[in-house]
């Protein structure tokens, strides 16, 4: 039997791969689409795989889409959201969601004990361990969809396999972005258009500025620790420009393991959406003579603060890292619309986990709320600048 599938955020890049892979599948029945506001797009994809309910965030966008779509059935704003994961009796559920808006899908999905392949790392980074234990306590999954956490989470279980305790370190591997060998004083001079031309990945606005600030591999710290439950301390990340390597594993014995693979997220997509199974994906395979060489450096966390602040803040725990992460998303927005400078991300950041500290957090409301004093804070210095 074909297991059922939601995407969420299909429309953005990894919506988009993920409905490659879907397609490709006789394994794999789609049952809901989900997306921001991008109405036209998500009815189009609604119509070429034959599904018959969507949903979406913006509520004038809903509207619209009902007026296009009648033979459809449109939910509009997060209730909407909440209910095709609730009504459409999925197997898992692809939360590509784009910031910390993920995190309330998420919590749904893992409330109903759906398993979950997670594009969205805002989720664990904002929700931390109560998202953990939500899954702990309902038995449902989750699957890393980020290239360097489905090739950690690929390392982990087959070395768990053999006992626990052999592991003693994580690396994760970052491609250094646009910018890497920047000086912090050429870092202030660059433009948006510069930023957002990736040299690996082709990816949204948000997460291309987080690769080029490096803040991404501070989420994905955050992430991986939560993933995997290893100290921070243990957790290492290292520029690597060629993404081939996308995470190694060190062990008790000396060894390291390491996943490799041209950069291509349909490995992973595929990898969450059938686990623990896998299928041919048709994607280039890596020739290590073509390849040549693998270089790796530390990261520059002079010119790049935003994965020094990111490690601070998870050490610091409680409500600092959803602190961080709501500041980061009011900041990137800001530099996209060219309000402030490249450098003025992290300032943002630092000003705004000043103000607010960190403080214990117990409950999914208390999230909420940080998040919403969080981008006020943050709303406050960008004025200030």
């Known amino acids: 039997m074909a297991r059922r599938v939601v995407i969420l955020g299909a429309t953005g890049s990894i919506g988009v791969q993920a409905l490659d892979v879907v397609g490709r599948s006789d394994e794999l029945e789609l049952v809901g689409l989900a997306a921001q506001g991008s109405w036209e797009r998500v009815v189009e994809q609604a119509r070429a795989t034959g599904v018959r309910r969507i949903a979406l965030a913006d509520p004038a966008a809903a509207d619209d889409a009902r007026s296009a ?105 970052a491609s250094g972005g646009p910018f890497r060998g920047h000086t912090r004083e050429e870092l202030g001079r660059v433009t948006v258009e510069q930023a957002l031309k990736h040299p690996t990945w082709e990816m949204g606005g948000k997460i291309t500025i987080d690769s080029a600030t490096l803040m991404n591999k501070g989420l994905e710290l955050i992430e991986a620790h939560h993933l995997f439950g290893v100290p921070y301390e243990q957790i290492d990340v290292v520029v690597h420009p060629q993404s081939i390597i996308h995470g190694c594993v060190s062990l008790c014995d000396g060894a390291m393991l390491a996943h490799l693979g041209l950069p291509d997220m349909r490995v992973p997509i595929a990898y969450a959406l059938h686990y623990p199974e896998r299928i041919d994906v048709p994607v280039a395979r890596l020739d290590l003579l073509a390849a040549a060489s693998l270089t790796f450096e530390a990261p520059d966390l002079d010119a790049f603060p935003c994965l020094r602040l990111a490690r601070s803040a998870a050490k610091a725990g409680g409500g600092a890292p959803c602190v961080m992460n709501a500041a980061n998303e009011i900041a990137v927005r800001a530099f996209l619309e060219g309000a402030i400078t490249f450098t003025r991300i992290p300032e943002v950041i630092e000003a705004t986990l000043d103000e607010l500290g960190t403080q214990p957090v117990g409950e999914f409301e208390q999230l909420f709320t940080l998040d919403h004093d969080a981008r006020e804070a943050a709303a406050r210095r960008l004025a200030a600048l």
Do not use: C
């Open 69 to 173: 779509w009648p033979e459809g059935e449109v939910l509009g704003g997060p209730d909407g959201i909440a209910a095709l994961i609730l009504e459409s009796d999925a197997d898992i559920v692809l939360n590509a969601v784009v910031g910390s808006a993920g995190l309330l899908p998420t919590i749904v999905t893992l409330g109903e004990g759906i398993d979950l392949a997670l594009a969205n790392k805002e989720s664990l980074v904002a929700g931390g361990e109560l998202v953990t234990a939500l899954a702990e306590a309902t038995g449902a999954q989750i699957i890393p969809v980020d290239s360097e956490h489905a090739a950690l989470h690929q390392l982990i279980l087959a070395e768990r396999a053999h006992g626990a305790g052999t592991i003693e370190r994580l690396t994760i591997t």
